[in-house]
């Protein structure tokens, strides 16, 4: 079991920059392939940003290519998320993904590619 928490969110004016960190426990290694989601309210999960285990390779959504970044820190097991230049509809509440791969290079932008979820943590970006 891979265990997830999920910290960094909090309440930005529109404009401003939030880093999000996802810290992995338990079972880990270096062979997660880790993502970003989000959900804002009424609305589906989307996909944000994946990174593979390698960190080799990436993918973002359109709708934050440019003011998103993902990257991971395998020896502290952590994934972050740099958000800059916040909208309004970045707010959400942000859920780390990982799943296991003996590939160093895959990633999912599916919420089905992955089997462990964090509990989420709140972004909202005012106006």
């Known amino acids: 079991q891979v265990h997830l928490v999920e910290s960094g969110g909090g309440l930005v004016q529109a404009g401003g920059s939030l880093r999000l960190s996802c810290a992995a426990s338990?079972?880990?290694?270096?062979?997660?392939?880790m993502a970003w989601f989000r959900q804002a309210p009424g609305k589906e999960r989307e996909f944000v940003a994946a990174?593979?285990?390698?960190?080799?390779?990436?993918n973002y959504a359109d709708s934050v290519k440019g003011r998103f970044t993902i990257s991971r820190d395998n020896a502290k097991n952590t994934v972050y998320l740099q958000m800059n230049a916040l909208k309004p509809e970045d707010t959400a509440v942000y859920y780390c993904?990982?799943?296991?791969?003996?590939?160093?290079?895959?990633?999912?932008?599916?919420?089905?590619?992955?089997?462990?979820w964090g509990q989420g943590t709140q972004v909202t970006v005012s106006s």
């Open positions: 338990g079972r880990t290694s270096s062979n997660y392939a």
């Open positions: 990174i593979s285990w390698s960190g080799s390779r990436t």
């Open positions: 993904a990982a799943t296991y791969s003996s590939r160093s290079y895959y990633i999912s932008v599916s919420g089905s590619g992955y089997g462990y």
